[in-house]
Every structure is written in structure tokens, then in C-alpha cells.
């Protein structure tokens, strides 16, 4: 027969068990996606290093969004006209694993516009929720407009259609 623990034990013990799980919780990353209001798309090409409209070919790694939090969903991208900047034909996007994470996903097939910073030491852009990135179709006939007229003074062939 199992003997019976005393009541001010069994309190002391179900105290440093919540304390323990209180501990383990705060010390889970936690992740938030906050952004700022986006800027109108004008000002949004003005800032941008590149701005590309670009078709996504295929997916090269897409995380789990609970299990590899760590790591970066990754496609490849057709270039299909560069309105600012100059890039090779195939560029290669990145996003947060979740939404969480400011990640955004994009689907095979469909072509985007994305203004772009530089991309990182591995040649990869990084892309956001809080990033400028549109449908082709989404893009509204004025911002096309704003697109034609980007001002281009990093590659002398402006607008270059592959």
C-alpha cells in the first residue's frame, strides 16, 4: 500500500510544477508579425532596389510552418520584365516559414510583381507580408503606369523584357 503524502507536500509540489511549466513557456520564442502601414506603391518602387515582375516556376523548399520555423520557404523565378534594376532571367525568393514569421506563400505559375531589396550574401531575396508584393493582376492600371516610368539608374537597358 502506497503511503499517503502529507497535503502541504502535495501543495509544494503542484507549486514547483506550475513554476515549471510557467519557466518552459516564457522561454518559447515567441513570433509575431507586425508591420508598418505599407507606403503608397510609388513611393514603395522609388525605395525598392529592383522591381520585377517575375513568374514563379517552382517550389525548392517549403517548411513545415510549425516543425522548421527556422528555416525559409524557397522558390525559383522566371524574370519576366525588370522595371528597375538589373537581374539574371532566374532569381530565387524567399519567406518566413509562417505567417507568424511575416512569411508569405506563392503559387507555381503565377506571375508577381515584388520590389525587392538586395538580395543576401547567398544571392537569395527575401521577401515579406510587409513587403510590396502583388499578383500581376492586382496591380491596378496607375501603378503599371508607375511601373513604366521607374527610375532605372542601375542598368542603362531600362525595362528589359526576357
Given at each position: ?10 501543495w509544494a509540489i503542484a507549486v514547483a510544477a506550475a513554476v515549471a511549466v510557467a ?75 509562417n505567417g507568424a514569421l511575416c512569411g508569405i506563400r506563392l503559387t507555381v505559375g ?53
Amino acid at each position: 500500500m502506497m503511503a499517503r503524502v502529507p497535503t502541504p507536500l502535495r501543495w509544494a509540489i503542484a507549486v514547483a510544477a506550475a513554476v515549471a511549466v510557467a519557466a518552459a513557456v516564457a522561454t518559447t520564442p515567441a513570433a509575431a508579425c507586425s508591420c508598418a502601414r505599407p507606403p503608397p506603391f510609388a513611393d514603395a518602387v522609388a525605395a525598392a532596389v529592383y522591381a520585377v515582375r517575375a513568374k514563379v516556376a517552382k517550389t525548392v523548399f517549403l517548411p513545415d510552418p510549425i516543425a522548421q520555423q527556422t528555416q525559409r520557404a524557397e522558390w525559383a523565378a522566371d524574370v519576366v520584365t525588370a522595371y528597375k534594376g538589373c537581374l539574371p532571367r532566374a532569381i530565387a525568393i524567399t519567406s518566413g516559414a509562417n505567417g507568424a514569421l511575416c512569411g508569405i506563400r506563392l503559387t507555381v505559375g503565377t506571375e508577381y510583381v515584388f520590389l525587392l531589396r538586395s538580395s543576401g550574401l547567398d544571392g537569395k531575396f527575401q521577401v515579406s507580408s510587409c513587403d510590396t508584393t502583388k499578383t500581376w493582376e492586382e496591380v491596378s492600371a496607375d501603378d503599371r503606369h508607375v511601373l513604366g516610368r521607374a527610375n532605372d539608374q542601375v542598368c542603362p537597358a531600362r525595362r528589359v523584357s526576357y
